[in-house]
């Protein structure tokens, strides 16, 4: 067994778990009025920033050149800015629901991406394992869709979170084999410094005019959950996934937050587990396994593991 992959696995399944759990505990941050869609993105982008900083007190220390920093701030922009920033704007304005309809779309794009980019081929279990999970997800998704919980621009709503889904896909395929060149501190590190500094000229005037009076522990529990454990530990999971497992699989993990839940609604007795639901479950993991015994080509194998290598050299 390669523990590099069950690493990998482990840390993917984690990320899709806390990123699972984020959609909710956003919403009703958001819905109070009184912390904005921007000001929940700041707080990500800095607070993370901060714990990652920290973190590096305790790891290494790895110089960065000055062209690297370069790509690193463009892996900013995609994995962190735009993804990041698309998803907390598009679900102000539309529901969880809807949101989590469109996540599952992202190891689609994936998929495709890194057949583009990559030359990571189609094959036959990836496709079927990709359909077999996302038709799971959209069984769990939408049987708990309410028109009560639509927001107030959900097609506006909607492509955002398209967007965010889109960003992050490309993230994943351009910035692959970069990525491991470096420790997950010190790519955290200055991917959310360079994201805290392209938004802190809108983000830091929001903060000035909040009425923090008003702020109920809640809302402050919330947004710590928010930025700790979906941001900084979602994160920290996703990139040793993202350095031990192919960009679609590390996707398919995408589909593990509408099970996510769907097992805390059960918990807290807001819905009943099914049979029905308990075949989407099967078929989402089943998805995934698919996908992880999908093998690329020799020849595919071949000049992935060159290019790593002259990325690496």
């Known amino acids: ?158 492509l955002l979170v398209l967007g965010a889904q889109l960003s992050y896909a490309l993230y994943l395929t351009i910035f692959r084999n970069f990525i491991r060149k470096y420790s997950v501190v010190t790519l955290m590190k200055w991917m959310f410094t360079f994201a805290t500094i392209a938004i802190a000229g809108a983000w830091i005037p929001q903060l000035h005019a909040a009425q923090w009076k008003a702020v109920s522990p809640t809302e402050l529990l919330g947004t710590a959950y928010v930025v700790v454990c979906g941001t900084f530990l979602a994160y920290i999971c996703i990139m040793v996934a993202q350095k031990n497992l192919r960009p679609t699989l590390v996707g398919m993990y995408n589909y593990v937050q509408p099970v996510t839940a769907m097992v805390t609604a059960v918990i807290l007795g807001l819905e009943t587990f099914t049979f029905v639901k308990g075949v989407a479950v099967v078929m989402i993991f089943s998805g995934v396994l698919l996908v992880s015994l999908s093998k690329a080509k020799s020849g595919e194998r071949k000049v992935e593991s060159a290019k790593e290598k002259r990325t690496l050299g």
């Open 1 to 158: 067994m390669d523990i590099n992959k069950v690493k990998g696995h482990a840390a993917g399944f984690s990320a899709g778990v806390m990123w699972g759990l984020m959609a909710p505990v956003a919403k009703l941050v958001l819905a109070a009025g009184i912390v904005s869609p921007l000001m929940m993105t700041g707080f990500r982008m800095a607070g993370a920033a901060v714990l990652f900083w920290a973190a590096s007190l305790f790891v290494p220390h790895e110089r960065v050149p000055r062209a690297d920093l370069l790509r690193l701030a463009a892996a900013a922009m995609l994995g962190i800015v735009l993804n990041q920033g698309s998803y907390i704007f598009g679900v102000s304005l539309t529901s969880p629901g809807e949101a989590s309809i469109i996540t599952t779309t992202m190891p689609l794009w994936v998929m495709l991406l890194a057949w583009l980019f990559l030359r990571e081929p189609i094959t036959l279990k990836k496709a079927g394992g990709i359909a077999l999970g996302g038709g799971g997800a959209l069984i769990l998704v939408l049987g708990g869709v309410s028109a009560a919980t639509r927001g107030e621009s959900p097609a506006v709503g909607d």
